[in-house]
């Protein structure tokens, strides 16, 4: 144990966990779902959450602290985040696939140093930087500045979803976006770095060349990371679990755990 989670221990609070589970039980592995600042687990269980049932997959999503129905956590960290994540995935029945969105993805690189999990997604990942904050703040400059200065960050329609998503249901899914601590955001900035992985699972990484939040090169760049390259849907906003085709990315991810011989 490292000694900053003993003399350091993260607060516990009380977290939402939706689940949907397969009809017949086939033993494969619980898919945990971790959604981007902001969002929380009503963003997968829109769509993805039953759909992975329908497949034969348990699946469950939370939402961080601070987040969807989670306890209020205005001063959370990376590490706090982290830290729910790997309580959540440990209380699973089943060694679980952790499938991380957006700035959601950078919180489960960090938790697979701490939890031992089958296998990994990072959807459209957000992993920080300067790059990325200059392309956020070009692209919407009224709602990524007040973050870099501690306020909230707001993504709009248009960095979000596709034009092929209906205005309303775009509308209905950006006004229930919330924000994540202010502490969180700015560890952004520094583009934390993940220890390694424990057991050096599977990696898929996979985005849209068209995502207005994510570059092509970040999806490159954290791809080779983990030995791999990405897995791409053009034509696809940066919430691909809830635009248009938001099938063909999910469908994409339990093909590959199909074909994985860690889920069997």
């Not at 969002?39 to 939402?63: I, K, N, Q, T, V």
């Not at 995935?89 to 938790?111: E, K, N, S």
């Amino acid at each position: 144990m490292r000694g900053r989670e003993w003399s350091r221990p993260v607060r516990p609070v009380r977290r939402e966990v939706l689940s949907a589970t397969p009809e017949l039980e086939e033993g494969r592995p619980p898919l945990l779902f971790v959604p981007g600042f902001g969002h929380g687990a009503w963003a997968f269980a829109e769509h993805w959450l039953g759909h992975a049932a329908s497949r034969g997959f348990p699946a469950y999503a939370m939402s961080l602290r601070g987040h969807g129905a989670s306890e209020p956590a205005p001063e959370a960290t990376l590490r706090a985040y982290a830290h729910d994540v790997v309580q959540v995935a440990a209380g699973l029945p089943r060694q679980a696939v952790l499938v991380g969105h957006g700035a959601g993805a950078l919180v489960v690189a960090h938790a697979l140093a701490r939890y031992p999990a089958r296998s990994a997604v990072l959807v459209a990942p957000v992993f920080g930087g300067w790059g990325v904050l200059g392309a956020a703040v070009r692209r919407n400059p009224a709602g990524t500045l007040p973050a870099v200065f501690g306020g909230p960050l707001r993504l709009s329609r248009g960095q979000l979803f596709s034009r092929d998503l209906p205005d309303e249901e775009a509308r209905r899914h950006v006004a229930r976006l919330g924000r994540a601590g202010r502490r969180a955001q700015w560890a952004l900035l520094g583009e934390p770095g993940a220890e390694p992985a424990v057991g050096a699972p599977p990696v898929l990484v996979l985005g849209s060349p068209d995502d207005r939040v994510v570059p092509t090169s970040t999806l490159n760049r954290v791809a080779r990371r983990y030995g791999s390259a990405p897995l791409l849907f053009p034509g696809m906003g940066h919430d691909l679990m809830l635009d248009a085709r938001w099938v063909e990315p999910i469908d994409a991810i339990l093909d590959w755990l199909e074909k994985e011989p860690a889920v069997h």
